[in-house]
Nanobody, 127 residues
Framework: VQLQASGGGLVQAGGSLRLSCAASGRIFNRYDMGWFRQAPGKEREFVATISDPWSGRTTRYADSVKGRFTISRDNAMNTVYLQMNNLKPEDTAVYYC???????????????????WGQGTLVTVSS
């Protein structure tokens, strides 16, 4: 699976951005998809995940973004999205999309559970 993230940019606090991640190479709808982020000087952290359509699971969010961010997927377009509203300066980071083989019974919220990664897109939120 090849992943291409886009949609980052500079936005003022309280603003919105939508990130996109286009996937190619394998059957997209058989993968759990996730978004992670890494701020300068910090470790990569989980943001959101959306499971494959047949898993019975749906979405899971980090507490820090719950209620503000929404992850979704368009299986026909092989694309996963991250809608980010009410952005805060602490959301500033490089955002990465990732893909993990479907299966298991738990939401995948750890970076090591994902086998494929996009190149990252920078989100900067000014105060």
């Amino acid at each position: 699976v090849q992943l291409q993230a886009s949609g980052g940019g500079l936005v003022q606090a309280g603003g919105s951005l939508r990130l996109s991640c286009a996937a190619s190479g394998r059957i997209f709808n058989r993968y759990d998809m996730g978004w992670f982020r890494q701020a300068p000087g910090k470790e990569r952290e989980f943001v959101a995940t959306i499971s494959d359509p047949w898993s019975g699971r749906t979405t899971r969010y980090a507490d820090s973004v719950k209620g503000r961010f929404t992850i979704s997927r368009d299986n026909a377009m092989n694309t996963v999205y991250l809608q980010m509203n009410n952005l805060k300066p602490e959301d500033t980071a490089v955002y990465y999309c990732a893909a993990a083989g479907a299966g298991g019974y738990a939401y995948k919220i750890r970076a090591y559970e994902y086998s494929y990664w996009g190149q990252g897109t920078l989100v900067t939120v000014s105060s």
